[in-house]
């Protein structure tokens, strides 16, 4: 278990205070961010808000889904009550 994932089980009563804050960094514009100089789009966690499966083009997701950089990232996601999907989720 890594850090950010250990702190948020520990922490439980920040939860909230988390999902409210504007600091999840969109899948599609880190995808922008890394090919251009475009900036980058944060969003909270307070409307629906998912993980890309594995595999998945970042530039074809919509603004809904939250970048993560290792598999702590997105466990810790989880917690905050951001849902994995399945690709064919995604494609539908």
């Known amino acids: 278990m ?3 994932e250990r702190w948020l ?6 939860f909230d205070v988390l999902r ?3 600091i999840f960094e969109t899948a599609s514009s880190a995808s922008e961010s ?4 475009s900036p980058a789009s944060f969003i909270t966690l307070l409307g629906q808000a998912f993980v890309a499966p594995a595999a998945m083009p970042s530039s074809a997701l919509p603004t809904s889904f939250v ?3 290792n ?3 997105s ?3 989880q917690l905050l009550g951001v849902q994995p999907l399945s690709r064919s989720e995604v494609l539908r």
């Open 2 to 4: 890594h850090g950010q």
């Open 34 to 37: 890394r090919e251009s100089v």
């Open 67 to 69: 970048a993560f950089a």
């Open 20 to 22: 409210h804050l504007p």
């Open 71 to 73: 598999d702590a990232e």
């Open 9 to 14: 089980r520990g922490h439980p009563e920040h």
């Open 75 to 77: 466990n810790a996601l």
